[in-house]
């Protein structure tokens, strides 16, 4: 049994790893300071092997007690929350990181970086291998939340030269399905809310920009096996199936049976064209790959959003 904490565990893909690491028998200590978290996200989770700490790990963070492994998850993670909380989410990147990777230095624990394909920024590559730097506008409205999450990676790549810290980094790719908020204010929970309550869908420009959609279930089966593995560089993790964000709405629609339509607003400043990953690395070290299609993903997903909207 290994002793794991994770930030952000009150998260979308941080409370699903929780519950996957008590059920492999791990205890798990969750810390969030509930900004973009939820403790509905863990309320399910009763297990004396797992505890709830309300803190924000910008500031001093201490541990009692072993710790093997550390997953910072903990950082706002959709456009609609790092644009309204930009100095909150380049502190949890940068002093966040700091502090969870002290604690891994002094307790000579694993440190797994919840890393983002934002990184990559709107590429000029495609589709995104992880030795692409990237195209980022470091001053542009999302350069809060890509450079945080690349600084992040260049602090954790140095407690790993200089201190010998055991590190990871997990590039993620979009991920959906159950827990996501319904203001979330990405294109999944957007789009089911909108359907559900019989409002039209929004695409942002015509729809044409593409994104690929990985399912939460092989979301955390990736990251266990890369956390398990000994890659110290970067690895993208995400379904490389890339649909157009308009071919997401449309799927949604037929889905839910709904009569809503689609209309179009204007693309936000440096939205990227294109997302897509390379899982070369992945499937090559891991032996992973996702298995949840499209279809079965959303329909396990609209679930969730019927029950959280009271629709039947």
């Known amino acids: ?15 699903h790893l929780a519950e996957r690491f008590i059920a492999d028998g791990h205890e798990v ?17 009763n297990d004396a092997r797992f505890s709830f700490i309300h803190y924000d790990v910008t500031n001093y963070l201490y541990v009692d007690g072993p710790v093997d492994c550390i997953l910072h998850f903990a950082s706002p993670a959709s456009p609609i929350d790092y644009l309204e909380l930009p100095i909150q989410t380049l502190k ?9 990777l002290g604690l891994a230095k002094a307790k000579g624990a694993t440190f797994l970086l919840a890393s983002t394909s934002e990184v990559y920024g709107d590429p000029l590559i495609h589709p995104q291998r992880e030795d692409y730097w990237g195209n980022v506008n470091p001053i542009g409205p999302r350069g ?3 450079e945080a999450k690349r600084f992040s990676e260049a602090m954790t790549m140095a407690y790993h030269r200089t201190h010998g810290v055991d590190t990871r980094i997990v590039r993620i790719f979009n991920t959906y399905g159950p827990r996501m908020r319904l203001k979330d204010g990405r294109a999944v929970p957007n789009f089911m809310c909108q359907a559900l309550m019989g409002e039209d869908l929004t695409v942002y420009g ?24 000994n890659v110290d560089t970067p690895v993208n993790i995400g379904n490389p199936s890339e649909m157009s964000v308009r071919e997401m ?7 839910t049976g709904s009569k809503s339509r689609i209309i179009e ?9 294109v997302r897509q990953p390379d899982i070369t690395k992945a499937k090559a070290l891991l032996g992973w790959e996702p298995k949840v ?17 009271n629709i039947a």
């Open 92 to 100: 949890v990147g940068s002093l966040g990181t700091h502090k969870a």
């Open 1 to 15: 049994m290994s002793r794991i904490v994770i930030t952000g565990g009150a998260g979308f893909i941080g409370s």
């Open 293 to 309: 299609g499209i279809e079965e993903g959303l329909a396990n997903t609209l679930g969730y959003f019927r029950k959280k909207l």
């Open 206 to 229: 015509d729809g044409s920009q593409t994104r690929s959609f990985c399912y939460i279930s092989d979301m955390v089966e990736g990251i266990s096996r890369l956390l398990n593995s």
């Open 249 to 255: 709405a449309e799927a949604i629609i037929r889905l």
């Open 144 to 146: 809060v939340y890509d």
């Open 265 to 273: 607003k204007p693309l936000p400043e440096d939205d990227p064209k």
């Open 29 to 45: 200590i969750c810390i969030d300071n509930l900004i973009t978290g939820d403790e509905a996200n863990i309320a399910h989770i």
